[in-house]
């Protein structure tokens, strides 16, 4: 590689970029912007970018701020799932183990969402599509109940999308909060999400293209399950049986975090829940970890939406 970055200007010009050579700012952020523009400066000369790339690269990200996709290019680059990793590895090294996987969380959770007790329907009726009945029970990891724990549930519709984001949905459709009963149980209706896929003509979408990738997510359900005095857990199941079950544009799939599908074809069974069409069920339990000092919050702050 060239010289040009060991001479004295540009490393005059790295340390005065990054306020080094002030006493003044946060001397975190000057350490790692130090950091970030030298390993750019050094992607650079290492693969000779000549200004046009580099300003298409500028467009690039301009682009995907006004697209709103950052948040979808960053699970789509694995930065989520390597932060992710990076609360497993702290957790390990606390001496917390077991307890349900954690997964990322993903762009499109709306703050709000209406709160019931013990359980909710998600959908309005005009969705199509499978209807869906889970149920199951928040535990700590000596098998206790964990009543009064709030159980935050998001998912898209049997097209893919998300409420919200989504205008054509109803206010928080498919989105709910449920608090856990006495015995720790929580139970919902809804119907059974499609896989996502991000949009075609987006930023996101261009760059997965060159890299030869596609955009698409299995179906899955997102969970926050909170309660006090314990980690808040970010979580997704996935519906098995999804032909993009272990290639997930976003690396959220996680072994723990695909239970059984049970169907319903029987018209008895059918008429038992007021249906006249198969259904599916799924039982899932959600085991959380007690708060401790020794490791870091896995309250996560980021700016969500919040429906109008
Ligand atoms: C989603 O639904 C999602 O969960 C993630 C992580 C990225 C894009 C769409
Ligand atoms: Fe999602």
């Known amino acids: 590689m060239s010289d040009l970055l060991d001479t004295r200007e540009v490393q005059n010009l790295l340390t005065k970029v990054s306020g080094l050579a002030n006493d003044k700012g946060d ?17 650079i000369e290492e693969f000779d970018v000549q200004p046009n790339e580099f300003w298409s690269a500028m467009s690039y990200l301009t682009e995907l701020g006004q697209a709103s996709e950052v948040g979808l290019l960053v699970p789509g680059l694995g930065l989520e799932t ?8 702290a957790e390990r090294k606390a001496g917390i183990e077991g307890g349900t996987p954690r997964t990322i969380e993903g762009p499109l959770y709306v703050a709000g969402a209406p709160l019931s007790k013990g359980e909710a329907r998600l959908d309005e009726g005009s969705e199509g599509g499978e209807v869906l009945f889970m149920n199951g029970q928040v535990r700590d990891v000596n098998g206790r109940p964990v009543a009064g724990a709030i ?18 949905q109803p206010k928080y ?15 919902f209706r809804t ?20 890299l030869g990738r596609h955009g698409r997510r299995p179906a899955h359900i997102h969970f926050f399950v909170t309660a006090p005095g314990y980690r808040k857990l970010t979580t997704q199941i996935n519906i098995d049986g999804d032909e993009y079950l272990h290639d997930d544009f ?16 029987d ?10 069409a198969p259904f599916a069920e799924i039982a899932f339990d959600f085991v959380l970890h007690r708060e401790r000092a020794n490791a870091p919050s896995t309250v996560v702050t980021r700016a969500h939406a919040e429906a109008a």
């Open 27 to 43: 001397a975190r952020v000057k350490r790692i912007v130090y950091r970030v523009v030298s390993d750019l400066f050094k992607t």
């Open 191 to 210: 119907v059974l999400p499609s896989g996502y896929a991000c949009p075609p003509e987006g930023p996101t979408q261009k760059l997965l293209d060159q």
């Open 173 to 187: 459709n498919l989105r709910r909060r449920i608090e856990t009963d006495a015995e720790g149980r929580y139970r």
């Open 250 to 265: 976003a690396f959220a799939t996680r072994d723990g975090l695909i239970p059984e599908v049970h169907r319903f074809s």
């Open 151 to 168: 159980v935050d549930v998001w998912h898209a519709n049997p097209l893919g999308g998300y409420s919200f984001f989504d205008p054509s």
């Open 267 to 276: 018209p008895e069974e059918q008429r038992a829940r007021g249906l006249n």
């Open 82 to 89: 390597f932060l992710d990793l990076r609360t497993d590895e």
